[in-house]
């Protein structure tokens, strides 16, 4: 308790208040006792080293009590550890650089599926390009790559469409950071030299999409949504954006996120649904799903730490997935929190999930958590092989989407497919373990805290990421590591829960369905399953086993094809 509670930097008297406030709340001392009598009492007492009276209160709000004795024998490590602290924080870290302890969703004695990947897509027979081309703004990626590959289009046309679209509609959803328009010109035009020449790279040749502008691109601003990096250039490409380039895909955007990836508001506004400009789009991947919905873009990239794909997805009627933990490298992402972080497609169709998927999976030899794992996608699979569950618990009560999600299950079942009851286990303390997102994210920007910084965040509540940055410092070191220790317990819950199955059928915001997932790795499709009364989509998910990203979409395309709520298009950007 003692070693993670006092991680503070040990103050003067002439220290800056920051510098003060860091300290008690390293020590786990609430706001009620700051400025008070210790500060009183460090004033009076000219201290500069931990005493007995100090650590007796630190041990109120640790719910601990030790002897005076047992204190005294531990003034000598903990002023020893302080010291330890201050050379920590004295080594700069950038975000970029991931902890020695690195998460894995596959348990000891579990398998890895081996073997080749494989990609075989839907091709439209007899797709004619509309005499307007802005007609096909809202076209899923395998249309668009027809029109492309048949050369009914050029590339160079399809990304100048797309550009004007976010010119002209991007203001009004606030939803674009920087336009990266010379990039896109010349890789469109390099598209075209190749398709020409009889090298198609395959379905993302000559796509626009946009990025999530937490990924790192070289010779523009990576702002991460935030002010205090809005003019932050890094010298790199993430990992996926240089993969997509080797797709053939063409990035004509960096797309907002909440500020450091929460919420919808960053710090040039905040980013609208397109269905009711009066609400945000949610987030954090808000510009994401936004634009993709809007019609900005073919197709974008988003990430997710605990709900930043399923809920802007929800919120604005996209289709996207947050594959399994590991999938997708992180190299060149902004970190918040290295065990639950995962990047993903946010599309206008499942299938294009896949496809985006095929492009940017496996491990990059930089990143120690990506690994190289087969992902096999096949239009024509069908779903009936698959060993499906639902969670019979979730389509009761009283819930806003309660006819929705039954509707859904409806729509499976008439599909034909046998589902067996599931549950997600409840008898771990599941939302406890959200510390554990606090405490890296805190890690992740502690340099924003310690210099004050972080006054510069557009949001300044009590839940917003300045406050949990801040309250992350009172976090002990011995309680984020047993909950680590309870995560391994609900992951073998959950494996156990799913024992036998590739994929569950489920409302996206079942009970402890989301947090869950997103502690154990497993990835989540999530397609739009009708709008409510004011207009704005619902959602519903499908729930893939480790590594069955290709169920949980094979899923989630067999309900697209047998409804049409994902192909509905906001009156005001149609």
Same mark, same amino acid.
């Given at each position: 308790?003692?070693?993670?509670?006092?991680?503070?930097?040990?103050?003067?008297?002439?220290?800056?208040?920051?510098?003060?406030?860091?300290?008690?709340?390293?020590?786990?001392?609430?706001?009620?006792?700051?400025?008070?009598? =210790?500060?009183?009492?460090?004033?009076?007492?000219?201290?500069?080293? #931990?005493? !007995?009276?100090?650590?007796?209160?630190?041990?109120?709000?640790?719910?601990?009590?030790?002897?005076?004795?047992?204190?005294?024998?531990?003034?000598e490590s903990l002023d020893r550890n302080l010291r330890s602290y201050d050379a920590i924080r004295d080594h700069r870290v950038e975000n970029e650089v991931s902890p020695a302890l690195v998460f894995d969703?596959?348990?000891?004695?579990?398998?890895?599926?081996?073997?080749?990947?494989?990609?075989?897509?839907?091709?439209?027979?007899?797709?004619?390009?509309?005499?307007?081309?802005?007609?096909?703004?809202?076209?899923?990626?395998?249309?668009?790559?027809?029109?492309?590959?048949?050369?009914?289009?050029?590339?160079?046309?399809?990304?100048?469409?797309?550009?004007?679209?976010? !010119?002209?509609?991007?203001?009004?959803?606030?939803?674009? #950071?920087?336009?990266?328009?010379?990039?896109?010109?010349?890789?469109?035009?390099?598209?075209?030299?190749?398709?020409?020449?009889?090298?198609?790279?395959?379905?993302?040749?000559?796509?626009?999409?946009?990025?999530? $502008?937490?990924?790192?691109?070289? +010779?523009?601003?990576?702002?991460?949504?935030?002010?205090?990096?809005?003019?932050?250039?890094?010298?790199?490409?993430?990992?996926?954006?240089?993969?997509?380039?080797?797709?053939? %895909?063409? =990035?004509?955007?960096?797309?907002?996120?909440?500020?450091? %990836?929460?919420?919808?508001?960053?710090?040039? +506004? @905040?980013?609208?649904?397109?269905?009711?400009?009066?609400?945000?789009?949610?987030?954090?991947?808000?510009?994401?799903? &936004?634009?993709?919905?809007?019609?900005?873009?073919?197709?974008?990239?988003?990430?997710?730490?605990?709900?930043?794909?399923?809920?802007?997805?929800?919120? *604005?009627?996209?289709?996207?997935?947050?594959?399994?933990? +590991?999938?997708?490298? !992180?190299?060149?992402?902004?970190?918040?929190?290295? &065990?639950?972080?995962?990047?993903?497609?946010? *599309?206008?169709?499942?299938?294009? *999930?896949?496809?985006?998927?095929?492009?940017?999976?496996?491990?990059?030899?930089?990143?120690?958590?990506?690994?190289?794992?087969?992902?096999?996608?096949?239009?024509?699979?069908?779903?009936?092989?698959?060993?499906?569950?639902?969670?019979?618990?979730?389509?009761?009560?009283?819930?806003?989407?309660?006819?929705?999600?039954?509707?859904?299950?409806?729509?499976?079942?008439?599909?034909?497919?046998?589902?067996?009851?599931?549950?997600?286990?409840? $008898?771990?303390?599941?939302?406890?373990?959200?510390?554990?997102?606090?405490?890296?994210?805190?890690? %992740?920007?502690?340099? =924003?805290?310690?210099?004050?910084?972080?006054?510069?965040?557009t949001r300044q509540t009590d839940g917003s990421w300045p406050t949990t940055f801040r309250v992350a410092r009172t976090i002990p070191a011995v309680e984020y590591i047993n909950a680590n220790r309870i995560?391994?317990?609900?992951?073998?819950?959950?494996?156990?829960?799913?024992?036998?199955?590739?994929?569950?059928?489920?409302?996206?915001?079942?009970?402890?369905?989301?947090?869950?997932?997103?502690?154990?790795?497993?990835?989540?499709?999530?397609?739009?399953?009708?709008?409510?009364?004011?207009?704005?989509?619902?959602?519903?998910?499908?729930?893939?086993?480790?590594? @069955?990203?290709?169920?949980?979409?094979?899923?989630?395309?067999?309900?697209?094809?047998?409804?049409?709520?994902?192909?509905?298009?906001?009156?005001?950007?149609?």
């Amino acid at each position: 308790m003692a070693n993670s509670k006092l991680q503070g930097r040990l103050i003067s008297l002439d220290v800056r208040r920051r510098d003060f406030l860091s300290y008690f709340g390293a020590m786990g001392l609430g706001s009620t006792l700051l400025p008070g009598v =210790l500060w009183a009492r460090m004033q009076e007492q000219e201290a500069s080293v #931990v005493t !007995k009276e100090m650590l007796a209160e630190a041990e109120k709000v640790a719910g601990l009590e030790f002897t005076d004795e047992e204190r005294e024998m531990m003034l000598e490590s903990l002023d020893r550890n302080l010291r330890s602290y201050d050379a920590i924080r004295d080594h700069r870290v950038e975000n970029e650089v991931s902890p020695a302890l690195v998460f894995d969703p596959q348990l000891p004695g579990k398998p890895l599926p081996t073997g080749p990947s494989r990609l075989r897509y839907s091709r439209p027979s007899g797709l004619q390009a509309p005499a307007n081309l802005e007609d096909a703004a809202f076209w899923p990626v395998t249309d668009l790559a027809e029109l492309v590959r048949t050369r009914q289009v050029t590339a160079q046309a399809l990304t100048e469409m797309y550009l004007d679209r976010l !010119k002209r509609h991007g203001p009004t959803l606030e939803c674009v #950071v920087t336009l990266t328009e010379e990039r896109a010109m010349a890789q469109a035009r390099q598209a075209d030299r190749e398709i020409a020449q009889g090298h198609y790279r395959g379905p993302l040749h000559g796509i626009p999409w946009g990025g999530k $502008d937490l990924l790192a691109v070289e +010779g523009y601003p990576t702002t991460w949504g935030a002010e205090p990096y809005r003019d932050q250039v890094l010298g790199m490409d993430a990992t996926v954006v240089r993969r997509l380039d080797e797709a053939g %895909a063409i =990035l004509v955007a960096k797309l907002t996120l909440g500020a450091l %990836a929460m919420g919808d508001w960053w710090f040039g +506004g @905040r980013t609208k649904n397109p269905w009711n400009l009066e609400q945000g789009s949610s987030g954090s991947s808000a510009g994401s799903a &936004s634009a993709t919905v809007a019609g900005l873009v073919g197709f974008s990239i988003g990430s997710e730490t605990l709900g930043s794909i399923v809920s802007p997805s929800t919120r *604005c009627g996209a289709s996207g997935l947050r594959p399994t933990y +590991g999938r997708v490298p !992180k190299t060149g992402a902004m970190a918040l929190s290295w &065990s639950m972080d995962k990047l993903g497609p946010i *599309c206008r169709s499942a299938e294009d *999930c896949a496809l985006v998927l095929a492009a940017v999976n496996g491990a990059d030899g930089m990143d120690g958590s990506a690994r190289t794992v087969p992902f096999r996608w096949d239009a024509d699979m069908g779903v009936h092989g698959l060993r499906v569950g639902y969670i019979p618990s979730a389509f009761e009560g009283d819930r806003a989407t309660l006819d929705f999600d039954r509707a859904a299950l409806d729509v499976m079942r008439g599909l034909g497919i046998e589902m067996v009851p599931v549950e997600i286990p409840t $008898d771990t303390p599941t939302s406890a373990l959200r510390i554990i997102l606090s405490a890296e994210a805190g890690a %992740a920007f502690d340099d =924003l805290t310690l210099s004050g910084r972080d006054d510069l965040l557009t949001r300044q509540t009590d839940g917003s990421w300045p406050t949990t940055f801040r309250v992350a410092r009172t976090i002990p070191a011995v309680e984020y590591i047993n909950a680590n220790r309870i995560r391994t317990q609900l992951m073998g819950a959950v494996d156990a829960a799913l024992e036998g199955l590739d994929a569950v059928i489920t409302p996206s915001f079942a009970p402890n369905v989301l947090l869950t997932t997103n502690l154990t790795g497993h990835p989540v499709a999530v397609v739009p399953s009708g709008y409510n009364d004011e207009g704005s989509p619902v959602s519903f998910s499908f729930l893939g086993n480790l590594w @069955r990203d290709d169920a949980a979409l094979a899923l989630a395309r067999a309900y697209q094809q047998a409804t049409d709520h994902h192909l509905q298009r906001p009156p005001m950007f149609a």
